[in-house]
């Protein structure tokens, strides 16, 4: 358990090494125990070890006496779809997301479609860490299969976007889904959106061609292809699908943040209201807020804070800068597919290309950063910023944030993988870079 990753994002560990099969059997009779023994969705991505964790999860929920729902290779959206249209008391996700080929994960939902509370995740960790009564063999769950989550996904998504004014324009889009779950549901929607579609890397074998996490550096492959192919736009997801990363029409491969972004603007132009982000996404997002007369709350990292807050505020968009954006009319949660939806209706309605959208929002330059280390290393990078800077430039909502006259660097323990996160945003590139290293050095001293 020392070496496993447990947070509100869900566990996860290296398969074979922390994550073995004892594990997840026992964290889904953990489950099972937390949702009262009722009907529970399970589904995953295409990654290699799915099928063995899998038949783990089965175990443990039926040891308990659970109706289990086989969902299959599925997004994590679609999944927290089907979680609300079925009525389970919850659901599983097997997927490591942007998490490298070698890792895995489960993450855990609500009946609502939202992910645990953190107050809840807690009281399954506790569950976990305690001897769980099994039922016996008169009462051991139900499993059945169904495979009407895609389905169920893009009708939801077809029923809140202007199908005609996207179907007029005939986009040429180029798809990168990694070979992971989005292979299977993105390029059916971007059919029935009247769009040429050209899929790279669409296979669903999680056989991964490029790291999983879809941030530029990944994308050269993609980029490439849109440029010779004369595309439109380009469109990446991670191996779950919950992420959307966005090329140009030039090739060119946009920050993560500008997903968010570009969304946002799109929906405040037709509905004015709250937006909710993260403590360390983008000042932009504040200035194309402003532009409206709209206000942004932000929460700690991790979707599950800006879903429960969105919920609770009525927010009309939100989402992180890592190419998670949430769409209240669908579901409360990060949903990269509804956002290629959202972003084509932009485009059509703008009648502009993809690169000029980009280039008129607010510009910022971030770097992005990260250092190996614990969770004990950072308590005590934590304590000295305290000492040092004093509360007037810093915010701990979570981490350390620190706003210096020039932009801000936010320093954080990762909550998916043993590192801490160095993100620096300014009005300059060699200004964020700056400040980065200066987080660097103090959190070396």
Known sequence: MKSLIVSPSGVRGI???????EVVMRFARAFGKLMDKGKIVVGSDTRTSNEMFKYAAFSGLLSMGCKVVDLDICPTPSIQ??????????????????????????????????????????????????SIPQVGWDKIGTIFRDDSAIDNHLRKILEVVDKEKIRKKKFKVVLDACNGAGALISPLLLNELGCKVIKINCTPNGIFPHPPEPIPSNLGQL??????????????HDADADRLAIVSEKG??????????????????????????????????????????????????????????????????????????????????????????????????????????ADNLPQYFMVKKKLKASLASFTKVEQRFKKKFGKEKLSFLDGIKVMKKEGWVHIRMSGTEPIIRVIAEAKSELEAEKLAQWAIERIRE
């Open 15 to 21: 398969v074979g090494e922390d994550l073995v099969p």
């Open 81 to 130: 779809l089907m979680v609300k249209q079925l009525r389970a008391q919850g659901g599983i996700v097997i997927t490591g997301s942007h998490n490298p080929v070698e890792w895995n994960a489960l993450k855990f939902i609500r009946s609502d479609g939202i992910f645990l509370y953190p107050e809840e995740g807690k009281k399954l960790l506790k569950i976990y860490e305690n």
């Open 252 to 357: 060119e491969a946009l920050p993560e943040d500008y997903t968010l972004l570009l969304a946002t603007r799109f929906i405040l132009k037709k509905s004015k209201g709250l937006v909710v982000t993260n403590v360390c996404a983008t000042q932009a997002l504040d200035e194309v807020a402003q532009e409206f007369g709209c206000e942004v709350i932000r929460t700690k990292v991790g979707d599950v804070w800006v879903s429960r807050l969105m919920r609770e505020k009525g927010a009309v968009i939100g989402g992180e800068g890592n190419g998670g954006v949430i769409i209240p009319q669908i579901n409360y949660a990060r949903d990269g597919i509804a956002a290629i939806a959202l972003l084509l209706e932009y485009l059509a309605q703008e009648n502009k290309p993809v690169s000029q959208l």
């Open 223 to 236: 980029c490439t292809v849109v440029k010779s192919e004369g595309a439109d736009v380009g469109f990446a």
